[in-house]
């Protein structure tokens, strides 16, 4: 249910039985679900890297907390509501070291914080997909910051299967695939298998993003794929 409201300008997340949230729309409320856990493998991969990238925050110089301070005041990012806000140093931290430690655990060591306020660019990647096969191939621009230098990695996630009157996604996803630049420059396109069966007529959403080799995660981009 979409609602305005003269008390409440914005709102997000869960107050009782009720559930705040927006889209492309505006602002809506819907009861709130009780979330299940399966614990899949995924979901005890995505804990463990957490875990481990907290784990290195604190363990990390007072220099590299405080290059990460100093990056964090001067990169902004957007929450749930579309607004800009500031997150933490230990926030920004610990989301780029949850990458690194699920995708490319060999580079976990690569914690300083990056020295370029920004948050770097991803050219919109293009994605097929392969119901025969259970597959998707991705095609991302090599020329990109995350595809030129040793340390980068191209995080791609996926929805379950939706009908085609979806058009509008925000999650849950799950883990697609990574693409991580080693010695030399991946290979475009990619072909990766899917966590999960299609069927053709269906509906997938994709959400790519990326990290540098100097650490700056760059902003999600949600594609659209039919079957």
Known sequence: MKFTSQVVSAASGSVGG?????????????????????????????RSAFTTAVVSWNTVSASIREGWKTYADNVSRRDALGQVIYATAQNW?????????KFAPSTLNLNTAPTIFDRSNLSPPTITVNATTDEFTINASTSDEWAVNAGGVLIIKVSRPQPKTINYFTGPFTTGGAIIRGDTAPTM?????????????QRLFFAVSALTADNRLTEEQILRVDT
């Open 93 to 101: 931290y610990i989301a780029v070291m949850s990458i690194r430690a």
């Open 18 to 46: 009720q559930t705040f949230s927006r889209n492309r729309s505006g602002q809506y409320v819907r009861r709130r679900s009780v979330p299940v856990n399966p614990n899949t493998p995924n979901q005890q991969a995505a």
């Open 189 to 201: 396109p990619q072909t990766l298998p899917l966590p999960f069966p299609v069927s053709t007529g």
